[in-house]
């Protein structure tokens, strides 16, 4: 695990973190804090009820959670790592949390186009750990360390000594991790080959204690044929440094137990017998008995055969399914209720890791009971066969009971002996393994209830009594599961006895020093639980009455900014409706006025033209009344005399329209004929093909507009461009009258553009490129087709060069005198370098991504290479990452490697000349670390 340290630290959204010491960046920094805060007391309410029952339940909660920002995935990583080192007891369920978790990836806002996942973030937490092992860092704040120095220091030194103890607590933590992780393919062998040369050559206490941890549970999966020279050499070096001595006696024990394990693994051969009727049993020496005989031995022989198949699946998650499924099997005669006590013990022995879980179903089979055949009306139950059977192992532990037959044994002893001697030693062997695979089984039937405390105490003086390497080990055993729950204040002179007794064992050194090493460690184990201040009742009542105090008082705050609430928001409520009222109020009355107005004036209306009915009513009246009606019509003029005054009239207008229309007619003639004087026929030709040019000028304007009306609608179809609505949209681009190579170009241009401005949606518009709508576009007398015309556009954009112009900018910006417009064209010139960096970065996401549509050859991905390789300029270096993060693994194949080696060298060249800045360093180091993956 060498290579650049990566530090990553919490800002003040995410949860506080141990190991973290980098400064908050800005781009770390989210919008809305408050909605990130709940997020992580969310995730932690989570990881605290986390286990293997409800483990699939609680992730799609976790899926379901806004991890959508790099802060928020880096909170999400610090909470779950510093969760597993704090509880390693589930480290094995925060492992499968992370491997479930580690393809979740989000956007970086330093780096457009650029993404960061859960994995990356996580194996860099766990390697800035392991690199502390060993380290002498300072973990209080120098001053104190300056004042514990001192005599009148005031700072007690124990509080270093606790940091210290924690520091190395975590670090032993995380090394667990790491083995989890390894379990589940999230850390490379190659990481873990590496880990163990570095814990060998610090060569600390808490190296050596690490590399324990490590080996112990992955040693037997890194123990494979091809890395048997190297493990050899790991445990050369271990047995020198316990042959040495230059270590501690606890250390030095559990180096031993390594050379130890290794040992067993590579040479004990497991030997069972199996019974005709009941499964193997090495401890069972009860002869079959009349009564244990079935009736049935094939349905006996099935029943065993599905027991044995439950046990072998038989988890945490699945347990209460597959008890069903016991409670269903015909367990219903003395012979098959052994056998079953046989298969779960037999089980539990072999399988140390999961005795916990099949310690539980015992507790669940503890009542089942059968009739006995011998003595008729009397029951036999499981936890009576099952205590029996664990009694009759434990009673066999220390002692030289012969495992062989005894026939075998004479013949071992003769000189001329046919059977290896080594077939002993591995019984015994195999035999030790089960007696501490008996004293774990009882450990966790004691955390039951299905054993007593009784029962384990005079199991403790058995094994302190026969004082063997074998009981002590088991002792070992015993205390570390349920000395806790044993060392209670009732049995305090007990205990305090059987310690003093084991302290005087180390003491004389009179076993071997594994087991020295292993005692060892419990008398240090109790010392911290001695330690542990314990609280009378007394002070937790009071404790308990400070607290229902504060919350009295919390309630009674709450309470009163409750009501001064109320009454704010009755006060601001009631002005708020009187306010309104007398809107409303003047509202009605303004159109009351309006519409009164409007009334009066209608009424006054139709009140004078009711007046003026009336009067004419009168008036006709009154003429229809009239007496005299001769003399009225005398009085008119005479109605024929007006007839003829009005027909010479009519006569003269007509003659006066008649002149004067022959007047302007003549005019008319006379102006034309001039008009026309000077013009040609061909003039007139002239004139017709220059109205017809004006015609065509109008044609071309209106083909224009519907072409930029086209660009217009392409450019919302690129912005609400989505993966659920891609072909829908596309559907309304292969409606596009797209007639002309201008038209291509345009089109292109737009794809490219967006491409570039948006490079997260790239993957998108590389995806519309490849439709069939535009790869297949034929467009009559155009020379190219769309790819190529596409390709081209990349090529251009990716050539482009922007130094010439920096450069002037940067004369420019030095030859300014006054300090407001140097300060102007320095934002120009640094926005002209973001702009040219960002359109680099959106070309090469965007050339990545035609890349996997095989719209672009290998062969021009290898020639961008090269030329960023050569450039290697920042900008240049961070596209590069840029592009083996999206498309590396897609150019690693066997008849690329060679070529892949060189670009690998020569960024490893870069990387190692230091001249880039520290952010471009770290990428490509991540460049060089992913490929590890790759491989």
Same mark, same amino acid.
């Given at each position: 695990?060498?290579g ?6 919490q800002?003040?959204?995410t949860p ?6 980098r ?7 989210h919008?809305?804090?408050?909605k ?13 009820s986390?286990?293997q ?6 992730m ?14 880096r909170g999400?990583?610090d909470?779950?790592y510093?969760?597993a ?8 369920v925060?492992?499968n ?12 806002f330093h780096?457009p186009?650029v993404t960061v996942n ?13 690199e ?7 973990i209080l ?12 220091s ?11 103890i ?6 032993l933590?995380n090394?667990r ?25 610090i060569?600390?206490?808490d ?6 941890i490590l ?15 190297r493990?050899d ?6 047995e020198k ?15 031993q137990?390594?050379l130890?394990l ?5 040479d ?7 019974d005709?009727q ?9 002869p079959?008995?009349?009564?244990d005989?079935d ?9 065993y ?8 699946s ?8 597959l ?9 219903n005669t ?6 079953t ?15 916990v ?21 009397v ?12 009694e009759?192992?434990f009673e066999n ?9 005894h ?6 002893a ?11 030693d ?15 089984l009882m450990?966790?039937?004691y955390?039951?209830k299905m054993?007593?405390e ?6 403790i003086?058995?094994?302190l009594?026969?004082n063997s390497e074998?009981?002590?080990e ?9 000395g806790?729950?044993l ?5 305090k ?10 302290a005087e064992i180390?003491k ?7 087991i020295?090493?292993?005692l060892?460690?419990l008398?240090?184990?109790r010392?911290?639980?001695?330690h542990?201040?314990?609280k ?5 009542i009071?404790e308990?009455?400070e ?10 705050s709450?309470k ?6 109320v009454e704010?928001?009755?006060g601001?409520f009631t002005k708020?409706?009187?306010t309104?009222?007398?809107e409303?109020r003047e509202l ?10 409007e009334?009066?004036?209608l009424?006054?209306?139709?009140e ?13 009246t ?12 005398q009085?008119?003029?005479?109605i ?5 005054e ?6 003269e207008?007509?003659?006066q329209?008649?002149?004067?229309s022959?007047?302007?007619i003549?005019e008319f ?8 004087e ?6 007139l030709?002239?004139?017709? +093909?220059?109205?017809? $040019?004006? *015609?065509?000028?109008?044609? =071309?304007?209106?083909?224009?507009i519907?072409? &930029?009306?086209?660009? !217009? ?12 609505n891609?072909?829908?949209l596309?559907?309304?681009v292969?409606a ?7 038209k291509v170009?345009?089109i292109?241009d737009?794809i490219?553009?967006?491409a ?29 087709n769309?790819r190529k015309?596409?390709l081209n556009?990349? +090529?251009?954009?990716? $050539?482009? *060069?922007?130094?010439?112009i =920096?450069?002037e900018?940067?004369?420019k910006m &030095?030859?300014?005198? !006054?300090?407001?417009?140097c ?9 002209t370098k973001?702009?040219?960096?960002r359109?680099?970065?959106g ?7 035609l890349f996997?549509l095989?719209?672009i050859s290998?062969?021009?991905?290898h020639s ?6 050569k450039?290697?300029?920042d900008d240049?270096l961070e596209?590069?990452?840029?592009l083996?993060f ?8 066997d008849?690329n490697?060679?070529?892949m080696d060189e670009?690998y060298?020569q960024i ?15 990428m ?8 590890g993956l790759?491989l």
């Open positions: 695990m060498s650049t340290k990566t530090t990553y630290t800002d003040s959204q506080s973190s141990s190991f973290s010491r400064p908050p960046d800005k781009q770390d920094m919008p809305d804090p408050l990130t805060q709940e997020l992580y007391a969310q995730m932690e309410d989570i990881l605290e986390l286990t029952n409800n483990f699939q339940q609680l799609k909660n976790v899926n379901d959670l806004r991890i959508n920002t790099e802060a928020r995935l999400a990583v909470c779950i510093d969760r080192i704090r509880d390693p007891s589930n480290t094995v925060y492992a949390m992370c491997r479930s978790l580690m393809t979740l990836k989000v956007p970086t780096k186009g859960f994995r990356k973030l996580l194996l860099h937490r766990v390697r800035a750990a392991f502390n092992i060993g380290e002498e860092h300072e704040p120098q001053k104190k360390m300056n004042a514990i120095a001192k005599e009148d005031q700072i007690p030194r124990d509080e270093l000594d606790e940091a210290k924690e520091r190395h607590r975590q670090s933590g090394i991790l790491m083995c989890e992780l390894y379990k589940l393919k999230m850390v490379t062998e190659s990481i873990m080959h590496d880990s163990i040369v570095r814990l060998l050559k060569n600390s206490e190296s050596l204690e690490g590399l324990c080996l112990t549970y992955t040693g037997k999966d890194l123990d494979l044929e091809k890395a048997k020279p493990m050499q790991y445990y050369r070096q271990i440094i316990v042959k040495n001595g230059t270590t501690s006696p606890r250390i030095i024990g559990r180096l137990d390594l130890d290794r040992k067993n693994m590579s004990t051969k497991t030997t069972y017998t199996q005709s009941t499964p193997s049993a090495s401890f069972s020496r009860r079959p008995e009349k009564q005989m009736l049935d031995p094939l349905k006996t022989q099935e029943l055969a599905q027991i044995e198949d439950i046990l072998e038989l988890t945490q998650n699945n347990f209460r399914q008890m069903k499924n016991v409670n269903d099997l015909p367990i003395e012979a098959r209720l052994r056998g006590v046989d298969c779960i013990y037999d089980r539990a022995i072999r399988d140390p890791s999961k005795t879980v099949y310690a539980n179903m015992c507790r669940i089979l503890m009542t089942l009971k059968v009739p006995t055949i011998d003595k008729p009306g029951t036999v139950n499981f936890r009576k066969l099952f205590l029996n059977r664990v009759t192992a532990i220390g002692e030289d009971h012969e495992i062989l037959p026939k075998e044994m004479n013949a071992i003769k000189e001329d002996s046919q059977i290896p001697r080594d077939e002993l591995e019984a015994k062997i195999e035999r030790h393994r089960q007696s501490l695979g008996n004293i774990r450990c966790e039937l955390k039951l054993l007593t009784c029962i384990m105490h005079d199991s003086v058995r094994l009594k026969r074998d009981s002590l088991g002792l070992c055993i015993l205390l570390t599961y349920s806790k729950d060392d209670l204040e009732k049995a002179p007990r205990m305090d006895h059987y310690y003093s007794q084991i180390v004389n050194g009179t076993t071997s020093p594994r020295i090493g292993r060892q460690d008398l240090d184990l010392k911290k639980r001695v542990v201040p314990i009378t009742c007394q002070q937790r009071q308990r009455e607290e229902l105090q504060k919350q009295r008082q919390e309630v009674e709450i009163s900014l409750s009501q001064a609430i704010d928001s009755e601001f708020l409706i009187e309104r009222c007398s409303v009605i009355q303004a159109k009351e006025l309006e519409m009164v107005s009334a009066q004036g009424i006054k209306t139709l004078q033209e009711l007046d003026e009915l009336r009067r004419a009513e009168t008036e006709g009154d003429l229809l009344h009239l007496n005299d009606k001769p003399h009225f019509l009085d008119l003029p005479s024929t005399e007006a007839f003829k009005v027909r010479t009239y009519a006569s207008m007509q003659q329209f008649e002149d004067s022959k007047l302007q003549m003639t006379e102006s034309v004929n001039e008009s026309l000077p013009y040609t026929i061909s003039d030709l002239t004139s017709r +093909q220059a109205v017809e $040019e004006r *015609d065509l000028e109008d044609f =071309l304007d209106l083909e224009t519907e072409t &930029e009306g086209m660009y !217009e609608q392409m450019d919302d179809i690129l912005y609400r461009l989505t993966p659920k891609f072909h829908q596309m559907k309304v292969s596009f009258h797209i007639d002309t190579e201008d170009k345009g292109i737009l490219y553009k967006s570039i401005e948006t490079p997260t949606s790239a993957e998108l518009y590389a995806m519309a490129c490849h439709h069939q709508q535009l790869m297949g576009l034929k467009v009559p007398g155009m020379s190219v769309f015309l596409l556009r990349c +090529q251009r954009g990716f $050539e482009q *060069d922007n130094s010439k =920096l450069r900018m940067q004369k &030095e030859a300014s005198i !006054e300090e407001e417009e300060n102007l064209l320095r934002e120009e010139l640094e926005e973001a702009k040219a960096r359109e680099l970065i070309n090469i996401t965007f050339v990545c991504q996997k095989k719209m290998e062969s021009i991905i961008c290479i090269g030329k960023l390789l450039d290697a300029d240049s596209a590069l990452c840029t083996f999206i498309i590396g693994k897609d150019l690693e194949y008849k490697q060679a070529i670009h060298r490893q060249l870069i990387n190692n000349r230091g001249e880039t800045s520290h952010r471009i360093g770290y490509l180091t991540d460049v060089i670390d992913s490929r790759y």
